[in-house]
């Protein structure tokens, strides 16, 4: 089954989409939010992305600008008011593939998914090569391995190695419990809250040098957690900041 990803701020729009392309047997994940949209298409494969041009407080443009660096799954950019010739040639330079004004077909924006999906088929599933460097640490994707310099190799459990990844891919990004929780996907125990602080304090252990005084999980009060620090992520041997 095709797995369609939809980044839109309408609620309306995307529930339009996700019940009309579910109904032609696709799979559909709809998001609004590039938090969302990020952690989506760093744990599932995609095989068409679709961007609104405006996201509330971002720009669809930013999103496609900074994915198609790293990925050649299609993007069709759809739009309801900035549908100047200059707008849409600035996506299709940037690397989108199609564009789409608003309103559209429904009929129409299948075919043109249908299209994206016949020039662009899904090259085989490869083990995801990413490492990041945080600190003294390097997390490594493919064999899921947490090193520090001088302490050798730490283990993680399921979900602290997901909750990890979550702060990894959002540096310095203040998050919610409520964030954590949907993001990390905790599993295997209650799931409340709360189940958050426990897994914080978790990491805290195996990551601080003083789990008292944490330097790089740090809180933000009455607001949630964020990563203290800057990342570096490489992509099989190139290393991106």
Not at 180 to 203: C, Q
Request: charged share 30%; net charge positive; hydrophobic share 45%.
């Amino acid at each position: 089954m095709k797995h369609i990803l939809v980044i839109d701020d309408d609620a309306a729009m995307r529930r339009l989409i996700l019940e009309y392309l579910t109904m032609h047997a696709f799979k559909v994940t709809a998001v609004c939010e590039s938090i969302r949209f990020n952690h989506v298409l760093s744990h599932e494969p995609v095989d068409v992305i679709v961007v609104d041009l405006n996201l509330g407080r971002e720009d669809g443009l930013e999103i496609v600008r900074n994915l198609t660096p790293r990925s050649d799954i299609p993007i069709i950019v759809i739009s309801g008011d900035r549908l100047d010739e200059a707008e849409k040639v600035v996506a299709l330079e940037l690397g989108a593939s199609d564009f789409i004004s608003k309103p559209f077909g429904l009929r129409e924006f299948l075919a043109r998914i249908r299209v994206a999906l016949r020039q662009h088929p899904r090259r085989p599933a490869a083990k995801d090569q990413r490492s990041f460097r945080f600190g003294s640490w390097k997390l490594g994707l493919k064999q899921r391995r947490l090193m520090c310099e001088g302490r050798g190799e730490v283990k993680l459990t399921s979900n602290e190695f997901n909750l990890l990844m979550v702060f990894l891919e959002n540096p310095r990004v203040v998050l919610s419990r409520e964030q954590l929780l949907n993001l990390s996907r905790v599993r295997g125990e209650e799931v409340f809250d709360r189940s958050v602080d426990v897994l914080i304090l978790r990491l805290r252990r195996k990551l601080e040098v003083d789990a008292g005084k944490p330097r790089l999980i740090k809180t933000s009060r009455g607001v949630g957690y964020f990563l203290n620090t800057g990342v570096d992520v490489s992509y099989g041997g190139t290393m991106v900041a």
